[in-house]
Each structure stands twice: as C-alpha cells, then as structure tokens.
C-alpha cells in the first residue's frame, strides 16, 4: 500500500485507535502515513473521563512520530499534540469541504429548527439529561418565534433515545437516510441547535446558522478553527433561557468571516489531499 490515512473524527487520545492503527500498519505495510483533519482529545479530559491511559497516550504520540504529514481538524487539536512533543498543522474537519448538492443553499419554505442531541455520558455536563431538555426547550421556543417547524437529527441510532427523552413530540430524521439527505436538511434550515459535533461541522460548510453545545473539548477545537467561537455556548451553563437568547443573537450576526474561513479551510485540505495522493 502506497498509503495509510488515518481520520477524520476525534481518534487521537482515544484508547482503541492504537491498536486499530498498530494493526492497520502491519496488515497493509503502508510506504507513508498521512493523517487529514484528525480530531485530538485533550490529554487532561481524556485522562480524567478514563478515554486512555497515559501508557497508551504516549504509545499513540510514538506512533504518530512515524507519520509523514500529521493535519488535524483545530488549533486545540494542535497544541494537544505539542505537548504530547508531534508537530501536525491545522487542516480543519473534513466535513467542512461538503457542499449543497444544488451547488447553493435552498431554505425551506418554512422556518425550520433543526435540533441534534447525543446519548453520551462522558462530556463535561454530570446531569446531561437534563442539559438536553433544556436545549431542546429553547429549540421548540426558538421555532415558535420564528413561525417555524422543530426537527430533530438523529446521528447515531442512540440518538432517537435522547431526543425523545428531550422531547417526546419531536419528528426525527435519520442518518440512515444517508449523509445526500443531512446535507439537504441541514441546508434547508434556518438554525441548526447540535450537541453533536458534526452536525455544526456541516452546518458551517453550508452556510446554515448554527449554535453548539459546548460538550467537550473538541467543539471548542472546530469552532476556534473557523473563528465561529461566539456560536459555542457552555453545556454546563445551559438553560433554555440563555440558549435562546443566544440563538437569537446567532440568528441576527453576520457570519461572513466564517464563511470566507470555511472556503479558506477547504480548499487548502483538497489541495493538500490532493498533492499528497496524486
């Protein structure tokens, strides 16, 4: 195999991506290792959520020593890695190069919320059921306001169980319906509301309002690598009152520095893929 590339998603810092890539670089014996927009934990937060030991931490920092290119998805996602002593460069998330398959965003005829909420249990917020309740209050006061529909996003099967739990009445699309069909829901919406990372990730390529919900590290990560800071707000300090005043002000600010930093982002990863797999 000419060569092995490993990512996108949030792998580094993660216990089992060791002994997948160890096992991926015996069986392919692969002549260079590339890695394109890679998500990194941090150190601390894996540590203390039990997502890895320090043994495997520095087996993985090893293993990286041998890649050829190391791109990761964020400017946290960096500075993880140079403390860990691995040089790498911020390519941004791959998602980010997707685009709406009408080449241009078509809003639905109606005002549209689109609501994604995760069954995970390992983020910063203890009490997540609860968090998501709140999200999901503000997502159904949001649409009221605007004169709009709520649909919720499934990513994950485990997904319906935590938006129904949030929202027993909430109308779910699936991923299964395949990644053609989130590209056009998400287009089609006038604000995107995601815990899940990549639904934001998507959101920001195709130029749809979002607001994340700052579960962990790495929306942190995403978010400072398309200057779109002010659309995180903190899972631990979020009650539907602030997350919908907050929306609100998403939905009124301007976001063409994200836009000219997405296009930036992505046409730099196609032409460093490209250059790297010619």
């Known amino acids: ?3 092995l590339v490993l ?7 993660r216990r089992e991506w060791g002994t997948r890539l160890e096992k991926a670089i015996e069986v392919f014996e692969p002549s260079r ?6 998500g990194v934990e941090e150190p601390q937060f894996a540590l203390s959520r039990g997502l890895i030991s320090e043994k495997e931490l520095d ?10 290119r190391i791109g990761v998805r964020g400017p946290r996602s960096l500075r993880n890695l140079a403390e860990l002593g691995v040089k790498s460069e911020v390519l941004g998330d791959p998602a980010l190069v997707l685009k709406p398959r009408s080449g241009e965003r078509h809003p639905a005829t109606r005002p549209r919320i689109l609501l994604s909420l995760a069954e995970v249990g390992d983020g910063y917020e203890r009490n ?5 309740r709140e999200v999901a209050m503000a997502a159904r006061m949001l649409a009221g306001a605007v004169g709009g529909d709520l649909l919720g996003l499934a990513m994950e099967p485990a997904d319906v169980r935590a938006l129904r739990r949030a929202d027993s009445a909430l109308p779910i699309v699936h991923l299964r319906r395949g990644v053609e069909s989130v590209i056009d829901e998400i287009s089609g919406s006038t604000l995107v509301i995601s815990e899940r990372l990549h639904p934001n990730i998507i ?3 195709l130029g749809t309002k979002f607001v994340a919900i700052g579960y962990k590290p790495k929306t942190y990560d995403f978010a400072e690598s398309v200057h779109a800071e002010e659309h995180v707000i903190d899972a631990r300090s979020a009650s539907h009152r602030t997350i919908t ?4 002000a998403i939905l009124e600010k301007d976001d063409a520095d994200i836009r000219s930093r997405v296009r930036s982002l992505g046409k730099n990863f196609c032409d460093v893929v490209q250059a790297e797999l010619k």
Do not use: C, I, K, N
């Not at 990512?7 to 810092?13: S, Y």
């Not at 087996?59 to 050829?68: E, I, K, P, V, Y």
């Open 245 to 248: 005043a907050f929306a609100e």
């Open 7 to 13: 990512g996108g998603g949030t792998l580094v810092g």
């Open 33 to 38: 290792l590339l890695t394109f927009g890679v």
């Open 59 to 68: 087996r993985q920092a090893d293993l990286l020593r041998s890649f050829d």
């Open 1 to 3: 195999v000419e060569a």
């Open 203 to 205: 959101a920001a390529a």
């Open 128 to 132: 997540a059921d609860r968090m998501r």
